[in-house]
């Protein structure tokens, strides 16, 4: 299964984590299968820029935990975070040198964060409206157009080799590009790899 995750912090380093949202779905189909999401107090004075950024202020925490009974700090609900990591063949989530500041794992991850965009940014260059999604949604989005992508643009090299071949002017390069292209393939949809990161990116191959 593949882990869609996305954070909140109060600041870049050396911080606590506030908000965790996560969504669990079917390597193949990509559909959903279970998602949540929880909201955790700073071990730490609140870092008032980091929150003008995500709105997590003591007030905003206190509202989003009413009802729900979890640990008070991310780092002391370890177990949960465990459990579900322990679900994943694969973490997508934006940025993975950030995510492994607060969460540590074994698990091949892969970020979506490509030249130093922002999320909104890699929305917009994919045709999608970010006003209408979550960050862990906006993942989910953008990785069902990694899927697309990339099949189409397999296809698109086998009719090139089976078009070359006709003419008898086989392009050894794009033999081996399709057969590369295709075991990737096969490696991303066993969940034997990450998603390579320029497959968001048709112009780029």
Avoid at 54 to 63: A, F, Y
Avoid at 77 to 104: G, H, M, P
Wanted: aromatic share 12%.
């Amino acid at each position: 299964m593949i882990l869609l995750i996305a954070i909140e912090t109060n600041g870049l380093y050396n911080c606590s984590l506030l908000g965790f949202k996560w969504k669990l779905v079917d390597q193949h189909t990509l559909k959903q299968i279970e998602s949540g999401e929880r909201y955790y107090f700073p071990q730490e004075p609140y870092n008032m820029e980091a929150i003008k950024n995500n709105g997590l202020t003591e007030e905003k925490i206190t509202s989003l935990r009413q009802g729900q009974d979890y640990s008070a700090h991310f780092d002391d609900d370890s177990k949960y975070i465990n459990e579900l990591l322990n679900k994943a063949d694969l973490i997508v989530t934006f940025n993975t040198e950030f995510l492994s500041r607060f969460i540590s794992h074994n698990t091949p991850a892969y970020g979506l964060q490509f030249r130093y965009q922002t999320l909104f940014e890699l929305a917009i260059e994919n045709s999608i409206d970010p006003s209408k999604y979550s960050k862990v949604e906006l993942y989910h989005e953008l990785i069902k157009q990694t899927f697309e992508r990339f099949t189409k643009y397999l296809s698109r090299i086998l009719k090139k080799i089976k078009k070359s071949q006709q003419t008898s002017e086989v392009i050894e390069d794009d033999i081996e590009q399709y057969k590369h292209l295709r075991e990737m393939k096969m490696q991303i949809e066993t969940m034997h790899n990450t998603f390579p990161k320029y497959l968001l990116h048709e112009d780029e191959i």
